[in-house]
């Protein structure tokens, strides 16, 4: 972990340089996902509460199965 002196500011900056690509594919993964799940939610002609908890099911689902974000003194994260 960085020094206490470097602030929280430097070690959000350097925990999101660490995991920078992988935030991008979380990003674009979750947001299709809703965007699909939309758009079958829409087409079938569900109730629009349907929509909510399978959406942060997947999510969830989504999490659990890719894992954590690393730190930035882990091995392997630059």
Do not use: H, K, Q
Request: hydrophobic fraction near 50%.
């Amino acid at each position: 972990m960085p020094d206490d002196s470097d602030g929280p500011t430097r070690y959000l900056l350097a925990f999101l340089s660490a995991n920078r690509r992988r935030f991008a594919i979380d990003l674009v993964a979750i947001a299709g996902w809703i965007v699909l799940l939309l758009g079958v939610v829409t087409r079938l002609g569900w109730p629009r509460w349907v929509y909510y908890p399978v959406a942060f099911a997947g999510a969830v689902a989504y999490t659990l199965a890719v894992g954590s974000w690393r730190l930035p003194d882990e091995p392997g994260s630059r």
